[in-house]
C-alpha cells in the first residue's frame, strides 16, 4: 500500500518550458488536491478533482491545468513555467472532501 | 468566505514544556478543523481533528480545543519532545461541502508554526 505517490521528486526548468507532475493514489479515494507550498504562506490549493473526469479550481489556478482521466491519477501541468511558480508541489487525496487529506511526499520545482 | 489566521508564527519551548498554537477563523459555519503536523523536508500528516459538535479532543500528549463563540480553536502539546518539532498547520472548512464562489466554503490552511523543542 504506497498511498499517495508523486513522480518527478524533483525537476528543473527553464522559464517558457512545460512539464507535467503525476499523482498516483492505491487508497481508492474520490478527490485529489494539487497544493504549492511556499515560505511563510502554508500551502494553497491549486485545483482539485471531485472525480474521475472533473476538476476545479481553487486558490491559486492560474498557470496551471489539470486532468483526472484515471480515478487514480491526477495530473498537474505547466504549459509554460515562470519564477514564480517555483515551489514545492504536494498532492492529496481524501474519501471525503477536504477530509482527512493524505498527502504525498512532495515534488520540488525550480523554474530559473 | 472563510479566512484561518494561526499565530504564533514561531515556537520554541524546552522539553518537557507544553506548547500551545492558535487559529482564528472568520466564517462560523465552518463545522471541520484539522491539524497537520509536517517535518522538515516531509509530506504534511493529519495528527488530530475535531468537529464542531465538540469542545476538546484529546489524543495521548496531543489535544484540540475549540470554542464555537470566539471562532478560535487550539492546539495544545503537552511534554513536549524533540520529535515534535515540526511545522503545524490548522484549517477549518464546512465538512463535506466542496469550496464554491457561491457558497462561500473555502478550505484555507493557515500560514503554519514552526515549533521547535530544546533538549
Known amino acids: 500500500n504506497a498511498g499517495v505517490t508523486q513522480t518527478p521528486k524533483f525537476r528543473v526548468l527553464k522559464t517558457g518550458q512545460s512539464m507535467t507532475l503525476l499523482c498516483a493514489q492505491d487508497m481508492n479515494h474520490e478527490y485529489m488536491y494539487w497544493y504549492r507550498q511556499d515560505p511563510g504562506m502554508g500551502l494553497r490549493l491549486i485545483h482539485y478533482?471531485?472525480?474521475?473526469?472533473?476538476?476545479a479550481k481553487g486558490e491559486v489556478p492560474d498557470g496551471y491545468n489539470v486532468s483526472r482521466l484515471k480515478k487514480q491519477n491526477f495530473l498537474l501541468g505547466l504549459e509554460s513555467a515562470a519564477p514564480s511558480q517555483t515551489s514545492v508541489y504536494f498532492c492529496?487525496?481524501?474519501?471525503?472532501?477536504?477530509?482527512?487529506?493524505?498527502f504525498g511526499e512532495g515534488s520540488r520545482l525550480t523554474v530559473l | 468566505g472563510e479566512n484561518v489566521e494561526q499565530h504564533p508564527s514561531t515556537l520554541s519551548v524546552q522539553e518537557g514544556d507544553s506548547a500551545v498554537i492558535k487559529c482564528t477563523y472568520s466564517d462560523s459555519a465552518s463545522n471541520y478543523f484539522p491539524w497537520y503536523k509536517q517535518e522538515l523536508g516531509k509530506r504534511p500528516q493529519l495528527i488530530i481533528d475535531i468537529r464542531s459538535n465538540v469542545g476538546e479532543k484529546k489524543d495521548q500528549r496531543i489535544a484540540v480545543t475549540l470554542n464555537k463563540t470566539a471562532k478560535h480553536f487550539s492546539l495544545h502539546i503537552t511534554e513536549t519532545q524533540p520529535e515534535d518539532s515540526a511545522v503545524y498547520f490548522c484549517a477549518a472548512s464546512k465538512m463535506g461541502e466542496l469550496p464554491s464562489p457561491n457558497t462561500g466554503n473555502q478550505f484555507y490552511f493557515g500560514t503554519g508554526t514552526s515549533l521547535t523543542v530544546i533538549p
Open positions: 478533482s471531485v472525480g474521475e473526469g472533473t476538476t
Open positions: 492529496a487525496s481524501s474519501y471525503q472532501v477536504f477530509w482527512k487529506l493524505f
